[in-house]
């Protein structure tokens, strides 16, 4: 099975910072890599697919990047409803992997 | 509105069995895949089972395989999970979750039926 790592598992901002959460897999997943947020009491809503897709309605201050092993979620200028937990996913082969998480707190 | 709805969740004694209901809406539910995840309490999320458009291919998780059965019904634009043999480590939030198709990733969720397991 491929491991995913996030990192860190939490972390507290402000409004208006610049956030990155790291990704890492055991073995390759070329580009095979999406990040969903979850609110609290929430379902998981997806935010980037294949690395660096927007998912259509998600606002521009979301990003990523990478490739491989290596994947960076980036949100450009905090906003509150930004408070969540993220997960990155690899879709490159079964059984589909989660990463543990990454809460961002105020 | 596109959603999907799961019902079927609820208290169970270890060793009972469970199943749970997708039903779809507002869209094709016969040309996407479907998996199941799910979340137990104040943890992360677990992919535990996909199944194809037509059914002929069902994977699962190691930790459900042999006692969850992944199934569906076009016809009545549903999305079941038979769960046999449960355990304590099976409570759970359980969500329905949409394939997008060749790309892989979960374009769209339920809001997610939870499981207890407890004596």
């Known amino acids: 099975d491929i491991q995913m790592t996030q990192s860190p598992s939490s972390l507290s901002a402000s409004v208006g910072d610049r956030v990155t959460i790291s990704c890492r897999a055991s073995?390759?997943?070329?580009?095979?890599l999406n990040w969903y947020q979850q609110r609290p009491g929430k379902a998981p809503k997806l935010l980037i697919y294949?690395?660096?897709n927007l998912q259509t309605g998600v606002p521009s201050r979301f990003s990523g990047s990478g490739s491989g092993t290596g994947f960076t979620l980036t949100i450009s200028g905090l906003q509150p409803e930004d408070f969540a937990t993220y997960y990155c996913?690899?879709?490159?082969?079964?059984?589909?992997?989660f990463g543990q998480g990454t809460t961002v707190e105020i | 509105e596109v959603q999907l709805v799961e019902s079927g969740g609820g208290s169970v004694q270890p060793g009972g069995s469970l199943r749970l209901s997708c039903r779809v809406s507002?869209?094709?539910?016969?040309?996407?895949?479907m998996n199941w995840v799910r979340q137990a309490p104040g943890k992360g999320l677990e992919w535990i089972s996909y199944?194809?458009?037509?059914?002929?291919?069902?994977k699962y998780a190691d930790s459900v395989r042999g006692r969850f059965a992944i199934s569906r019904d076009n016809a009545k634009d549903s999305l079941y999970l038979e769960m046999n043999s449960l355990r304590d480590e099976d409570t759970a939030v359980y969500y329905c979750?949409?394939?997008?198709?060749?790309?892989?990733?979960?374009?769209?969720w339920g809001r997610g039926t939870l499981v207890t397991v407890s004596s």
């Open positions: 979750v949409r394939d997008s198709g060749l790309l892989a990733y979960f374009d769209l």
């Open positions: 507002e869209f094709i539910f016969s040309s996407y895949q």
């Open positions: 199944i194809s458009r037509t059914g002929e291919i069902i």
């Open positions: 073995q390759s997943v070329s580009t095979y």
């Open positions: 294949t690395t660096s």
């Open positions: 996913q690899q879709s490159f082969n079964y059984p589909r992997t």
